[in-house]
Protein backbone atom coordinates (compact mmCIF):
# COMPACT_ATOMS: atom_id res chain seq x y z
CA UNK A 1 0.00 0.00 0.00
CA UNK A 2 2.72 2.37 0.76
CA UNK A 3 4.42 1.76 -2.73
CA UNK A 4 1.39 2.01 -4.41
CA UNK A 5 0.64 5.52 -2.50
CA UNK A 6 4.18 7.12 -3.17
CA UNK A 7 4.16 6.07 -6.84
CA UNK A 8 0.69 8.05 -7.20
CA UNK A 9 2.79 10.98 -5.38
CA UNK A 10 5.43 10.80 -7.91
CA UNK A 11 3.04 10.58 -11.10
CA UNK A 12 0.67 13.14 -10.05
CA UNK A 13 1.17 14.93 -7.10
CA UNK A 14 2.64 18.60 -6.32
CA UNK A 15 6.20 17.88 -7.78
CA UNK A 16 5.19 14.94 -9.60
CA UNK A 17 5.46 14.32 -13.67
CA UNK A 18 2.20 15.16 -14.50
CA UNK A 19 1.18 17.74 -11.98
CA UNK A 20 -2.08 20.09 -11.90
CA UNK A 21 -0.61 23.04 -13.67
CA UNK A 22 -3.88 25.15 -14.02
CA UNK A 23 -2.43 27.50 -11.59
CA UNK A 24 0.87 28.10 -12.63
CA UNK A 25 0.27 31.34 -14.37
CA UNK A 26 -0.68 32.87 -11.16
CA UNK A 27 3.34 32.64 -9.90
CA UNK A 28 4.66 34.31 -13.70
CA UNK A 29 6.95 37.10 -13.18
CA UNK A 30 7.93 39.97 -15.53
CA UNK A 31 11.32 39.29 -17.53
CA UNK A 32 13.54 41.83 -18.89
CA UNK A 33 13.46 42.50 -22.53
CA UNK A 34 15.75 40.00 -24.55
CA UNK A 35 18.71 41.45 -25.71
CA UNK A 36 19.71 40.54 -29.13
CA UNK A 37 23.43 40.45 -30.19
CA UNK A 38 25.08 43.51 -32.10
CA UNK A 39 23.93 44.41 -36.02
CA UNK A 40 20.66 42.63 -35.62
CA UNK A 41 17.14 44.01 -36.01
CA UNK A 42 14.83 43.55 -33.68
CA UNK A 43 11.52 44.65 -35.39
CA UNK A 44 10.70 40.83 -36.19
CA UNK A 45 10.27 39.99 -32.91
CA UNK A 46 8.24 42.63 -30.98
CA UNK A 47 5.08 42.27 -29.83
CA UNK A 48 2.27 41.82 -32.00
CA UNK A 49 -0.13 42.83 -29.71
CA UNK A 50 -0.30 45.49 -27.18
CA UNK A 51 -0.70 44.07 -23.47
CA UNK A 52 -3.32 46.07 -21.50
CA UNK A 53 -2.69 47.11 -18.16
CA UNK A 54 -4.18 44.75 -15.10
CA UNK A 55 -5.57 46.14 -12.11
CA UNK A 56 -3.32 45.34 -8.84
CA UNK A 57 -6.61 45.55 -7.26
CA UNK A 58 -8.63 42.70 -8.61
CA UNK A 59 -8.59 39.76 -5.99
CA UNK A 60 -9.52 35.94 -7.01
CA UNK A 61 -11.59 33.56 -4.83
CA UNK A 62 -9.78 29.85 -4.32
CA UNK A 63 -7.98 28.43 -7.09
CA UNK A 64 -8.51 28.77 -10.99
CA UNK A 65 -10.14 25.05 -12.51
CA UNK A 66 -9.36 24.45 -15.94
CA UNK A 67 -12.93 22.83 -17.41
CA UNK A 68 -13.10 19.74 -19.23
CA UNK A 69 -13.05 19.95 -23.24
CA UNK A 70 -16.50 18.83 -24.78
CA UNK A 71 -16.88 15.46 -25.34
CA UNK A 72 -16.29 14.54 -29.27
CA UNK A 73 -19.46 13.50 -29.46
CA UNK A 74 -20.86 16.53 -27.65
CA UNK A 75 -23.16 16.92 -31.02
CA UNK A 76 -24.49 13.77 -30.98
CA UNK A 77 -28.67 14.03 -30.79
CA UNK A 78 -29.29 11.35 -28.63
CA UNK A 79 -32.74 11.67 -29.63
CA UNK A 80 -31.93 10.63 -32.92
CA UNK A 81 -32.09 7.40 -31.25
CA UNK A 82 -34.39 5.30 -28.66
CA UNK A 83 -36.34 2.47 -27.89
CA UNK A 84 -39.58 1.89 -28.97
CA UNK A 85 -42.33 -0.28 -27.27
CA UNK A 86 -45.77 -1.82 -28.18
CA UNK A 87 -47.17 -4.55 -25.74
CA UNK A 88 -44.63 -7.28 -26.72
CA UNK A 89 -43.05 -5.76 -29.23
CA UNK A 90 -40.32 -3.65 -29.50
CA UNK A 91 -37.78 -1.82 -31.74
CA UNK A 92 -35.23 0.78 -31.97
CA UNK A 93 -35.95 3.90 -34.06
CA UNK A 94 -33.12 5.72 -35.37
CA UNK A 95 -32.93 8.90 -37.39
CA UNK A 96 -31.42 7.71 -40.37
CA UNK A 97 -32.32 5.58 -43.73
CA UNK A 98 -31.09 1.82 -43.73
CA UNK A 99 -28.31 2.79 -45.93
CA UNK A 100 -26.98 4.55 -43.07
CA UNK A 101 -27.52 2.58 -40.48
CA UNK A 102 -26.91 -0.92 -41.68
CA UNK A 103 -22.84 -0.36 -41.67
CA UNK A 104 -23.11 0.98 -37.75
CA UNK A 105 -25.15 -2.86 -37.14
CA UNK A 106 -22.20 -4.72 -38.49
CA UNK A 107 -20.19 -2.16 -36.64
CA UNK A 108 -21.86 -3.25 -33.60
CA UNK A 109 -21.10 -7.24 -33.99
CA UNK A 110 -17.67 -6.68 -35.65
CA UNK A 111 -15.92 -5.07 -32.64
CA UNK A 112 -18.01 -6.75 -29.99
CA UNK A 113 -16.07 -9.93 -31.82
CA UNK A 114 -19.00 -11.62 -32.61
CA UNK A 115 -19.23 -13.73 -36.19
CA UNK A 116 -21.66 -13.03 -38.84
CA UNK A 117 -23.62 -16.53 -40.27
CA UNK A 118 -25.67 -14.08 -42.32
CA UNK A 119 -25.68 -10.85 -44.06
CA UNK A 120 -28.36 -10.03 -46.61
CA UNK A 121 -28.26 -5.74 -47.12
CA UNK A 122 -31.08 -6.59 -49.76
CA UNK A 123 -33.53 -7.45 -47.07
CA UNK A 124 -32.18 -5.60 -44.14
CA UNK A 125 -31.00 -9.25 -42.11
CA UNK A 126 -28.25 -9.85 -39.73
CA UNK A 127 -27.54 -13.24 -37.96
CA UNK A 128 -25.19 -14.01 -35.70
CA UNK A 129 -23.34 -17.21 -35.13
CA UNK A 130 -24.06 -19.16 -31.93
CA UNK A 131 -22.47 -17.24 -28.85
CA UNK A 132 -22.07 -18.45 -25.22
CA UNK A 133 -23.34 -15.71 -22.64
CA UNK A 134 -20.65 -14.72 -20.21
CA UNK A 135 -22.87 -16.66 -17.52
CA UNK A 136 -21.87 -20.36 -18.51
CA UNK A 137 -25.21 -21.48 -17.17
CA UNK A 138 -27.27 -20.27 -19.83
CA UNK A 139 -27.51 -21.80 -23.22
CA UNK A 140 -25.87 -20.46 -26.17
CA UNK A 141 -27.69 -18.23 -28.38
CA UNK A 142 -27.81 -16.22 -31.28
CA UNK A 143 -29.29 -13.01 -32.89
CA UNK A 144 -31.10 -11.66 -35.82
CA UNK A 145 -31.67 -8.11 -36.59
CA UNK A 146 -33.81 -6.77 -39.05
CA UNK A 147 -33.84 -3.30 -40.44
CA UNK A 148 -36.85 -1.63 -41.93
CA UNK A 149 -37.78 1.98 -43.42
CA UNK A 150 -39.32 3.71 -40.59
CA UNK A 151 -42.60 5.31 -40.92
CA UNK A 152 -40.66 8.80 -41.59
CA UNK A 153 -38.62 9.32 -44.33
CA UNK A 154 -34.76 9.32 -43.78
CA UNK A 155 -35.67 6.80 -40.31
CA UNK A 156 -34.91 2.94 -39.55
CA UNK A 157 -36.34 0.50 -37.05
CA UNK A 158 -34.03 -1.87 -36.13
CA UNK A 159 -36.00 -5.47 -34.47
CA UNK A 160 -34.01 -7.86 -32.66
CA UNK A 161 -34.84 -11.38 -32.55
CA UNK A 162 -33.29 -14.19 -29.86
CA UNK A 163 -32.76 -17.76 -29.82
CA UNK A 164 -31.56 -20.15 -27.48
CA UNK A 165 -30.09 -23.56 -28.48
CA UNK A 166 -32.79 -25.22 -27.06
CA UNK A 167 -35.37 -24.08 -29.91
CA UNK A 168 -34.07 -25.98 -32.51
CA UNK A 169 -32.71 -25.12 -35.76
CA UNK A 170 -35.18 -22.75 -36.95
CA UNK A 171 -35.97 -19.43 -36.11
CA UNK A 172 -38.86 -18.92 -33.66
CA UNK A 173 -41.60 -16.58 -34.55
CA UNK A 174 -40.70 -14.42 -30.95
CA UNK A 175 -37.81 -14.55 -29.31
CA UNK A 176 -37.39 -17.62 -26.84
CA UNK A 177 -35.86 -14.67 -24.07
CA UNK A 178 -37.52 -11.31 -23.84
CA UNK A 179 -34.93 -10.58 -21.42
CA UNK A 180 -32.03 -11.52 -23.08
CA UNK A 181 -33.89 -9.91 -26.43
CA UNK A 182 -34.18 -6.18 -24.45
CA UNK A 183 -30.56 -6.37 -23.36
CA UNK A 184 -29.36 -6.82 -26.69
CA UNK A 185 -31.59 -3.89 -27.83
CA UNK A 186 -30.66 -1.27 -25.07
CA UNK A 187 -26.93 -2.43 -25.36
CA UNK A 188 -27.32 -1.79 -29.31
CA UNK A 189 -29.37 1.20 -29.36
CA UNK A 190 -26.39 2.66 -26.88
CA UNK A 191 -23.90 2.18 -29.64
CA UNK A 192 -26.11 3.32 -31.97
CA UNK A 193 -25.84 6.83 -30.13
CA UNK A 194 -22.55 7.02 -29.84
CA UNK A 195 -22.07 6.15 -33.20
CA UNK A 196 -24.32 8.49 -35.24
CA UNK A 197 -21.64 11.09 -36.18
CA UNK A 198 -20.03 8.13 -38.81
CA UNK A 199 -20.69 8.68 -42.33
CA UNK A 200 -20.51 5.10 -43.86
CA UNK A 201 -23.51 4.32 -46.26
CA UNK A 202 -24.06 1.14 -47.88
CA UNK A 203 -25.53 1.80 -51.12
CA UNK A 204 -27.17 -2.03 -51.50
CA UNK A 205 -28.79 -1.77 -48.48
CA UNK A 206 -29.75 1.84 -49.64
CA UNK A 207 -31.37 0.91 -53.05
CA UNK A 208 -33.13 -2.22 -51.87
CA UNK A 209 -35.04 -0.84 -48.67
CA UNK A 210 -37.57 2.07 -49.97
CA UNK A 211 -36.92 5.05 -48.39
CA UNK A 212 -39.91 6.82 -49.09
CA UNK A 213 -41.09 6.38 -45.81
CA UNK A 214 -44.17 5.14 -44.30
CA UNK A 215 -46.06 7.37 -43.68
CA UNK A 216 -47.91 9.96 -46.84
CA UNK A 217 -50.38 12.26 -47.40
CA UNK A 218 -52.71 11.12 -50.66
CA UNK A 219 -55.80 12.34 -52.04
CA UNK A 220 -58.11 11.17 -55.20
CA UNK A 221 -59.54 13.02 -57.57
CA UNK A 222 -62.39 15.08 -55.93
CA UNK A 223 -61.81 13.71 -52.59
CA UNK A 224 -60.63 15.04 -49.12
CA UNK A 225 -56.94 14.29 -48.86
CA UNK A 226 -55.94 11.55 -45.89
CA UNK A 227 -52.79 10.25 -44.20
CA UNK A 228 -51.97 6.98 -46.04
CA UNK A 229 -49.90 4.88 -42.93
CA UNK A 230 -48.37 1.92 -43.66
CA UNK A 231 -48.72 0.17 -40.68
CA UNK A 232 -50.99 -2.58 -38.83
CA UNK A 233 -53.98 -0.97 -37.30
CA UNK A 234 -52.91 -1.38 -33.50
CA UNK A 235 -49.46 0.12 -33.98
CA UNK A 236 -51.19 2.86 -36.11
CA UNK A 237 -53.84 3.56 -33.71
CA UNK A 238 -50.81 4.04 -30.83
CA UNK A 239 -48.84 5.58 -33.14
CA UNK A 240 -51.53 8.35 -33.90
CA UNK A 241 -52.69 9.00 -30.69
CA UNK A 242 -49.34 10.20 -29.59
CA UNK A 243 -49.26 12.09 -32.84
CA UNK A 244 -52.20 13.88 -31.97
CA UNK A 245 -50.79 14.99 -28.69
CA UNK A 246 -47.86 16.11 -29.99
CA UNK A 247 -48.87 18.16 -32.65
CA UNK A 248 -51.55 20.01 -30.42
CA UNK A 249 -54.69 19.21 -30.79
CA UNK A 250 -56.55 17.85 -27.23
CA UNK A 251 -58.51 14.96 -27.25
CA UNK A 252 -61.98 14.85 -26.02
CA UNK A 253 -62.37 11.00 -25.91
CA UNK A 254 -62.23 7.99 -28.59
CA UNK A 255 -63.57 5.20 -29.42
CA UNK A 256 -61.26 2.26 -30.79
CA UNK A 257 -64.28 0.13 -31.85
CA UNK A 258 -65.62 3.02 -34.24
CA UNK A 259 -61.96 3.35 -34.97
CA UNK A 260 -62.26 7.23 -33.55
CA UNK A 261 -60.51 9.89 -31.80
CA UNK A 262 -62.96 12.81 -30.87
CA UNK A 263 -60.10 16.26 -30.84
CA UNK A 264 -60.29 20.04 -30.17
CA UNK A 265 -57.43 22.33 -31.96
CA UNK A 266 -56.09 25.57 -30.86
CA UNK A 267 -53.70 27.08 -33.29
CA UNK A 268 -50.77 28.63 -31.49
CA UNK A 269 -48.28 30.94 -32.35
CA UNK A 270 -45.74 27.94 -33.56
CA UNK A 271 -48.27 26.77 -36.19
CA UNK A 272 -49.49 30.48 -37.49
CA UNK A 273 -45.34 31.00 -38.33
CA UNK A 274 -45.10 28.07 -39.30
CA UNK A 275 -47.84 28.46 -42.07
CA UNK A 276 -47.56 31.84 -43.00
CA UNK A 277 -44.65 30.85 -45.03
CA UNK A 278 -47.44 28.71 -46.97
CA UNK A 279 -49.27 31.83 -47.24
CA UNK A 280 -50.62 32.92 -43.12
CA UNK A 281 -53.50 30.41 -44.12
CA UNK A 282 -54.03 29.13 -40.20
CA UNK A 283 -54.17 32.54 -38.93
CA UNK A 284 -56.54 34.03 -41.43
CA UNK A 285 -58.38 30.59 -41.69
CA UNK A 286 -59.08 30.54 -37.61
CA UNK A 287 -59.39 34.10 -37.31
CA UNK A 288 -62.87 33.80 -39.05
CA UNK A 289 -64.25 31.28 -36.86
CA UNK A 290 -64.33 33.16 -33.48
CA UNK A 291 -65.12 36.63 -32.62
CA UNK A 292 -62.99 39.47 -30.70
CA UNK A 293 -65.58 38.35 -27.50
CA UNK A 294 -65.45 34.56 -27.86
CA UNK A 295 -62.58 34.08 -25.44
CA UNK A 296 -64.91 30.68 -24.54
CA UNK A 297 -64.72 29.24 -27.92
CA UNK A 298 -61.12 30.38 -28.20
CA UNK A 299 -60.33 28.49 -24.89
CA UNK A 300 -62.32 25.16 -26.00
CA UNK A 301 -61.00 25.44 -29.93
CA UNK A 302 -62.54 23.78 -33.13
CA UNK A 303 -63.81 19.86 -32.84
CA UNK A 304 -62.98 17.52 -35.42
CA UNK A 305 -63.43 13.51 -35.82
CA UNK A 306 -60.19 11.72 -36.81
CA UNK A 307 -61.14 8.69 -38.48
CA UNK A 308 -59.06 5.47 -38.91
CA UNK A 309 -60.01 3.01 -41.35
CA UNK A 310 -58.06 -0.36 -42.46
CA UNK A 311 -56.72 -0.26 -45.97
CA UNK A 312 -55.65 -3.92 -46.02
CA UNK A 313 -53.57 -5.87 -42.96
CA UNK A 314 -50.58 -3.38 -42.93
CA UNK A 315 -52.20 -0.09 -43.53
CA UNK A 316 -54.64 2.40 -42.49
CA UNK A 317 -56.16 5.46 -43.98
CA UNK A 318 -56.51 8.70 -41.43
CA UNK A 319 -59.02 11.29 -42.27
CA UNK A 320 -59.91 13.97 -40.76
CA UNK A 321 -63.75 14.99 -40.52
CA UNK A 322 -65.70 17.66 -39.27
CA UNK A 323 -68.91 16.87 -36.59
CA UNK A 324 -71.27 18.12 -39.05
CA UNK A 325 -70.24 16.22 -42.06
CA UNK A 326 -69.59 19.63 -44.08
CA UNK A 327 -66.67 19.30 -46.29
CA UNK A 328 -63.58 21.60 -45.53
CA UNK A 329 -62.81 24.19 -47.54
CA UNK A 330 -60.04 23.69 -50.32
CA UNK A 331 -56.54 22.99 -48.69
CA UNK A 332 -58.08 23.48 -44.98
CA UNK A 333 -57.76 19.15 -44.03
CA UNK A 334 -54.38 19.36 -46.05
CA UNK A 335 -53.35 21.85 -43.46
CA UNK A 336 -54.44 19.95 -40.45
CA UNK A 337 -53.28 16.29 -41.69
CA UNK A 338 -49.94 17.85 -42.35
CA UNK A 339 -49.22 18.88 -39.07
CA UNK A 340 -50.20 15.33 -37.66
CA UNK A 341 -47.97 13.78 -40.42
CA UNK A 342 -45.00 15.83 -38.87
CA UNK A 343 -45.58 13.92 -35.41
CA UNK A 344 -46.01 9.97 -36.96
CA UNK A 345 -43.03 8.13 -35.89
Not at 65 to 71: I, N
Not at 142 to 153: A, P, S
Not at 202 to 222: K, N, P, T, W
Request: proline fraction near 5%; glycine fraction near 8%.
Amino acid sequence: MVLSTSACGWLTGDDGIFRDRSNDYRKSKDLPPMQLPAGIRSDSIDDGYMIPAISDRAELSGEFVVPRPDSLGAEVDREAVRINRLGDEQWILVNGSPGQVWPRLRSFFNLGGVGLLRTDAVKGVLETAWIQPVNAELPKERYRLRIEQGVQRGSSEVYVLHMDIAAGPQWPSQSTSFERETALVTQLAQFLADSAIEGSVSMLAEQALDSSGRVSIEQQHGSEPYILLRLPFYRAWASLGLAIEKAGFKQSDLDIGEKVYYVRYIPNKADDEDEDEDGGWFSGWFSGWFSDDDSAAKKLGVLYHIRVKDRDEQAVEVRIEQPNGQPFAEGEANKLLKLIKRQLS
